[in-house]
């Protein structure tokens, strides 16, 4: 089993749709959790951390449920440039971070 | 501020030929990382270096080499290129737990 594992998707969504990922882990000591955004053909970047409590930036916010070792990212009111893949990943302290295979988000007109 | 840069960003080689990718970054960090990201794979790490000096293995360093150089430069080698090791490679640092990656570089090995 993975570590980190993803609904590939891809998931199609129309603009303005509220969308949810979720992204579970296996690595019970891992410390620190991220969702990064990849556009097609182009590098990682990190879209948000996640904290124990939650946290949101705008229209994403992100989850933690560590009883259930899950992250969750949920976008609202989609936009198309959010049209991307979606990458979490997990840390643990002296390892180092270990990615999921990403879940392809397409936001249509 | 140039972030990570990397070179080639493209690249074709032939089986059995080496070739070695660069990685700098001007943000002074400690970490730099290179990954591999295959169709449905996702991000592996092949090998990373906490510091100047210091490199370890990750989760699939077979047929790679890597040199960090300095504190800016981390390079990655292929002695003896095989298909197998198509792929993009990303280098990647990071402060605290926020990496930064390179733009890639897109290898094809036939």
């Known amino acids: 089993r993975k570590e980190v594992e993803q609904d590939p998707g891809p998931f199609n969504v129309p603009e303005g749709a509220t969308v949810a990922f979720n992204c579970t882990y296996s690595?019970?000591?891992?410390?620190?959790f991220f969702w990064y955004r990849q556009d097609c053909r182009k590098e990682p970047k990190l879209l948000m951390s996640v904290y124990s409590s939650g946290n949101e930036d705008g229209r994403f916010t992100a989850q933690l449920n560590r009883a259930s070792q899950y992250i969750s990212l949920l976008i609202r009111d989609s936009k198309l440039s959010d049209s991307a893949t979606y990458l979490c990943a997990d840390h643990n302290y002296g390892q180092n971070f270990v990615f999921g295979p990403g879940t392809r988000l397409s936001v249509l007109p | 501020n140039a972030g990570v840069t990397q070179t080639p960003k493209f690249q074709v080689l032939k089986t059995g030929q080496s070739m070695t990718l660069q990685c700098a970054q001007d943000?002074?960090?400690?970490?730099m990382y290179w990954y591999r990201q295959d169709p449905g794979m996702g991000l592996r790490l092949i090998y990373y270096?906490?510091?100047?000096?210091?490199?370890d293995k990750g989760e699939v360093p077979n047929g790679y080499n890597v040199s960090r150089l300095n504190k800016r430069e981390f390079s990655l080698r292929l002695e003896s290129a095989a298909p197998s090791q198509t792929s993009v490679y990303f280098c990647a640092s990071s402060v605290r737990y926020e990496q930064y990656f390179g733009p890639g570089t897109r290898l094809t090995v036939t």
């Open positions: 690595n019970s000591a891992s410390q620190s």
């Open positions: 270096s906490a510091s100047e000096g210091t490199t």
């Open positions: 943000m002074n960090h400690n970490s």
